[in-house]
């Protein structure tokens, strides 16, 4: 007999490929089902017959065989070549002998398993039901040998030569295994880690020995004694980038209380979706630091509740990545003193760790003792093929997934859910793993031992785990990026990356900005290797991407002189690269070119790249907006948002948001573009895309500058300010002061002082602030000598936030040449000039009315002067303010007050909500003053 949990035994050393698995060809197996005087049954037992009939369909299924054959006879055929195929046939065969044996008015019945076909089956099982069991061929019968006890033909035969229909090659099961603990290696040190810990008398210590595993069953044994079952938070270090700090939010933590985790698990979703990046940007880094203080502020809440020691668990600190380790002591040192006194931190690592590693973490553990044991043997328990295939699976699912994930991963693949429950609670009691909810393998030689399966099964396994990253990415699960390409490649599956997840992982790292591993690979010839024949196309796709994502003027234009590469026959990587294109010469105004790249790679897109479709859309509705098409414009963004959502382009879809809010705005319909600039906040965020976040904030902050809400928008600016969502930079800090200096001049007093760094913004904000605090002379000397810088083409930034003023990237797409600037420091010097030659104080003939008279005229008859200017009725409203202190008659200055209204009106009644529409309308400082003329000419 051989049973399962016999051992055999291994040297600690490393481990040489030898041939410990038998080479096992895949074939088809066939199973039978007979039950002895089933239609008499159906009578009289139907309810039983149909649970017996229903409990094997519902076992076969599962299992992933193909039901076939007649009433009386159940037949079913297998691929054996399937992760874990025998032991879904124990609990089959474990179901059904249960079910019969507990059905005691039942007269016989035969399940049959066969590796090859039999030819008489049905004559078969019903000379095998007279003697009943389960019955399995000499090849099957070699293969489940580790979970039965079987009799062989010459004993349930009775010894008589009865050979009917080959029954005489058949074995019948007599007890399934019961699995039992697996034999205590010689090198257990869990009592010597219990003892340590005990001693210490929960000081802060770092244990060091010869193997981690070793440590943790005498860990948390000792964490029992003095928590109970409530959990430690557990960092333990060994896979890609940030996944150790990202699943100390595990199943265990999350069940501790019933508060909101809104945040945390918010956060804990943007952080999985990058869990395999080496390299991540500085947001995903503040919001880690973010979320571990979340994080903790809840547990440490949920032990002060329950009365229990909060306890943190490093395991692994040997195999922390500098980026995760800096962090968590970063974090850690900047703890407040009383929690950072009250948690308890336990360390685990091999004795060998590098110098420089142990003085960083020398700050966290005073207190390390190091355990020495010599070399001995370390026992690895037998299992059959398919439970190594498991450990193997688990053992590369550690280094991408959290354990917890473990048991969806295997059901996504259409694997058996109670077979792998199965094997995590067989492996669990056999010392493989230490949880069956949450399994870690317990010891780095059953990792090394899975390793050594036949290469067909380790490709089975690579497939399988390679199948859920694909899936998990085309989900958006885990975010596309280079990392990914190249763990695809490593579990042999180059063949598997199509151009688009080629095109989302590029473009996912450029957009992140975390292109180090790009970089490289063009430097040491890994991206010619990975890409082969498309390697030129994504080498043009990448140059150009990243400069318009990243790049100054210069280094667009420089990024855009090379020759694209040949990729006719890569039509997703050609619309890219016409995309691109549209973008540049956007960027350089040149409009002509801009829509037929953009109409190109619409036409291209719809046939065979939906993932560029949204980004196509958006650069027409740009060329649109330039082209001053309004209407056009907000047609093609929606299509753009539309299609974004559906082809899973999520990071186009904050982008597009943001310029369908800024459209709105032009437009007039602030409502709903309040509604666009939030959409795109969250979206951004949701992806990454900080300073998108930002500039949809800022967006927001001037959309309630435009209703009149001076308050709320100088706290929006402020909080830009102090804390945005992406990086602090200066130019973006001087652009939030002067829209701050200009909320202030509204909300609070027109005197107060420009801020010392003042950007464009803030001087022509300066002429504005000096008109409003009457100091008309000012304001006239001011406006005479701002220069406008831009006045002149500028290159127009499409796929990246520009911060040079706060009028970029909305108005700047309608408007060029600066006119915007222009309009405003003419609008405010007619104006303190006509308040200047009215005024009995000034000197006669220093000002001149008639000036004021022309400067808005000027604006006025401006053919480009159009409704979309967010001012258009303030133009006309200003020009009534020049008439009359000009001395002008009553009809004309009504006439200005009537055309200013009735653009008013127009321009409110955009607005879908009644409610905006009316602050619209009474909230706005000038507004207000426009209404208040319409009733003192009778207009309301």
């Not at 195929?85 to 065969?93: E, K």
């Amino acid at each position: 007999m051989f049973l399962l949990y016999i051992s055999i035994y291994v040297r600690i050393k490393p481990i040489h490929k030898e041939k410990f698995f038998a080479d096992i060809n895949s074939t088809m197996i066939n199973v039978f089902f007979f039950l002895k005087f089933k239609t008499q049954l159906r009578r009289t037992k139907p309810d039983i017959v149909s649970q017996i009939d229903d409990t094997l369909i519902r076992a076969i299924t599962d299992a992933g065989g193909r039901i076939s054959g007649e009433r009386s006879l159940i037949s079913a055929v297998f691929n054996e070549d399937s992760t874990g195929f025998w032991l879904d046939m124990y609990i089959m065969i474990e179901n059904m002998r249960k079910l019969m044996e507990a059905s005691v008015d039942l007269f016989g019945y035969a399940l049959v398993i066969g590796n090859k076909g039999i030819a008489f089956p049905e004559q078969l099982c019903r000379f095998l039901s007279g003697k009943g069991g389960v019955f399995l061929d000499s090849k099957a019968t070699k293969k489940f040998i580790p979970y039965a006890e079987f009799e062989k033909p010459s004993e349930w035969l009775n010894d008589r030569k009865v050979s009917k229909y080959g029954s005489n090659g058949f074995f019948r099961i007599k007890e399934l295994t019961v699995f039992k603990t697996a034999a205590k290696s010689e090198l257990d040190l869990h009592r010597d880690v219990f003892k340590i810990l005990e001693r210490e008398q929960k000081r802060n210590i770092l244990i060091l020995g010869p193997e981690f595993s070793h440590l943790r069953g005498g860990l948390y044994k000792y964490l029992k004694k003095i928590n109970n079952e409530f959990p430690a938070v557990t960092i333990c270090f060994g896979g890609t980038g940030l996944s150790a700090l990202i699943d100390a939010w595990s199943g265990s933590i999350r069940s501790l209380s019933n508060a909101s985790t809104e945040e945390i698990d918010n956060l804990w979703e943007l952080l999985f979706r990058d869990r395999i990046r080496d390299e991540v940007s500085d947001f995903i880094i503040r919001s880690v630091k973010r979320y571990l203080f979340l994080l903790f502020e809840y547990y440490f809440s949920s032990a002060q509740k329950k009365k229990r020691v909060p306890v943190l668990v490093l395991e692994n600190i040997h195999l922390a990545t500098d980026t995760a380790m800096n962090l968590l002591l970063d974090f850690l040192s900047a703890m407040d003193i009383e929690n950072k006194k009250n948690l308890y931190i336990i360390g685990t690592g091999q004795s060998d760790i590098q110098p420089e590693k142990m003085r960083k973490w020398s700050d966290i553990f005073k207190n390390t003792r190091t355990i020495d044991k010599e070399e001995k043997t370390f026992v690895l328990p037998r299992l059959p093929m398919e439970l190594w295939e498991i450990v193997c699976a688990v053992s590369i699912f550690s280094r991408y997934f959290s354990p917890e994930l473990y048991q969806r991963l295997f059901e996504e693949d259409e694997k058996n859910p109670a077979m792998i429950a199965r094997a995590f609670s067989i492996l669990h009691t056999l010392g493989v793993i230490d949880n069956p909810r949450e399994p870690r393998l317990m010891n780095r030689h059953f990792e090394e031992k899975s390793m050594l399966i036949p290469e067909d099964k380790s490709d089975r396994v690579k497939t399988l785990v390679r199948r859920r990253l694909l899936n998990w990415a085309a989900k958006r699960n885990i975010n596309p990026c280079f990392r990914l390409l190249t763990i695809i490649a490593s579990l042999d599956g180059v063949n598997q990356i199509d151009d688009l997840l080629l095109l989302k992982s590029i473009s996912g790292d450029i957009i992140n900005n975390t292109t180090s591993d790009i970089e490289a690979a063009l430097g040491n010839g890994q991206f010619d290797e990975l890409f082969n024949t498309k390697a030129a196309a994504i080498k043009y796709i990448y140059r150009t991407s990243h400069a318009l994502h990243a790049g100054n003027e210069a280094d667009i234009e420089n990024a855009f002189k090379e020759l694209p590469a040949e990729c006719e026959s890569f039509s997703i990587l050609k619309s890219q690269i016409i995309v691109n294109f549209c973008a540049y010469y956007l960027g350089c105004r040149d409009i002509a070119a801009a829509s037929a790249k953009a109409k190109e790679a619409i036409l291209l897109g719809q046939n065979s790249n939906s993932f560029c479709l949204p980004q196509a859309y958006r650069l027409f509705s740009l060329v649109c907006l330039s082209r001053q098409q309004a209407a056009e414009t907000i047609e093609y963004l929606n299509f753009a948002l539309s299609n974004a959502e559906k082809a899973g382009n999520y990071y186009e879809m904050g982008i597009s948001a943001y310029y369908a809010a800024a459209s709105q705005f032009l437009y007039g319909d602030i409502f709903n573009a309040k509604r666009l600039a939030r959409k795109s906040i969250e979206q951004s965020l949701a992806v990454g895309r900080p300073e998108w976040a930002d500039l949809s904030r800022f967006l927001e902050g001037r959309l309630y500058f435009e209703l009149g809400d001076y308050r709320e928008a100088l706290d929006i600016f402020q909080g830009l300010h102090r804390e945005p969502f992406g990086a602090k930079t200066e130019e973006k800090d001087h652009l939030f002061d002067a829209w701050i200096y200009r909320s202030k001049i509204y909300s609070q007093n027109p005197r107060i002082s420009r801020p010392e760094n003042a950007n464009h913004d803030a001087l022509l904000f300066e002429i504005e602030a000096a008109y409003l605090a009457e100091d008309y002379e000012r304001a006239v000397e001011l406006s005479g000598a701002f220069k406008n810088p831009f006045s002149q083409e500028n290159f127009l930034y499409t796929e990246q936030p520009d911060w040079r003023s706060g009028y970029m990237q909305c108005e700047y797409l309608f408007f060029s040449h600066g006119e915007i600037q222009d309009r405003f420091t003419c609008l405010f010097n007619s104006l303190a000039l006509s308040r200047l030659s009215s005024l009995e104080t000034a000197k006669p003939g220093s000002y001149n009315g008639d000036e004021a008279m022309q400067n808005m005229q000027r604006i006025l008859r401006d053919e480009r002067l159009c409704e979309m200017d967010p001012w258009d009725a303030f133009y006309f409203y200003a020009m009534y303010r020049v008439l009359e202190n000009t001395g002008a008659n009553i009809v004309d200055m009504s006439t200005a007050v009537s055309m200013a209204f009735k653009r008013l009106q127009r321009r409110a009644s955009r607005i879908e909500d009644v409610e905006t529409r009316r602050q619209y309308l009474n909230g706005t400082r000038w507004n207000r003053e426009l209404c208040l003329a319409a009733r003192e000419f009778k207009l309301i």
